[in-house]
C-alpha cells in the first residue's frame, strides 16, 4: 500500500522556523522526486518546493527562496523540508507529493499537515 504521510507542522510565530517531514512507503522512493506543495484557504494549491531523486537537483518556489530547504534521505524514505522565517503568507495545508519521470505525472500524494504562522 502506498502512502506517503506529512508531519511537522503547527503554529508559529512570524520569523519562526518548522521542519516537515514527509515518509513514505510503498513504492521504491529513490526512483521518485517529491515535492512540497501548499494550499491556503481560497487559493489554488502551488508548488514550494522539489528536490530530485537523486537529491543532486532542488527547485524552490519565488516566495521561499532563501528561507525553505528541502532535503532527502532515501536510507529513511523521507524528505524533509526546514522553513524559516515563516511568515503570515506561508499559512497553508502542505501536502508532499512523488513524481514519476517517465510519465510526468505526481503519482502519489499524502494527506497534508497545517502549518499557521501567526503572532
Known amino acids: 500500500q502506498v502512502q506517503l504521510v506529512e508531519s511537522g507542522g503547527g503554529l508559529v510565530q512570524p520569523g519562526g522556523s518548522l521542519r516537515l517531514s514527509c515518509g513514505a512507503s510503498?513504492?521504491?522512493?529513490?526512483?521518485?522526486?517529491i515535492g512540497w506543495f501548499r494550499q491556503a484557504p481560497g487559493k489554488e494549491r502551488e508548488g514550494v518546493s522539489c528536490?530530485?531523486?537523486?537529491?543532486?537537483?532542488?527547485y524552490y518556489a519565488d516566495p521561499v527562496k532563501g528561507r525553505f530547504t528541502i532535503s532527502r534521505d532515501n536510507a529513511k524514505n523521507t524528505v524533509y523540508l526546514q522553513m524559516n522565517s515563516l511568515k503570515p503568507d506561508d499559512t497553508a495545508v502542505y501536502y508532499c507529493?512523488?513524481?514519476?519521470?517517465?510519465?510526468?505525472?505526481?503519482?502519489?500524494w499524502g494527506q497534508g499537515t497545517q502549518v499557521t504562522v501567526s503572532s
Open positions: 510503498g513504492f521504491i522512493f529513490d526512483h521518485y522526486a
Open positions: 507529493a512523488a513524481h514519476d519521470s517517465e510519465r510526468d505525472s505526481w503519482d502519489y
Open positions: 528536490i530530485s531523486s537523486s537529491d543532486d537537483n532542488t
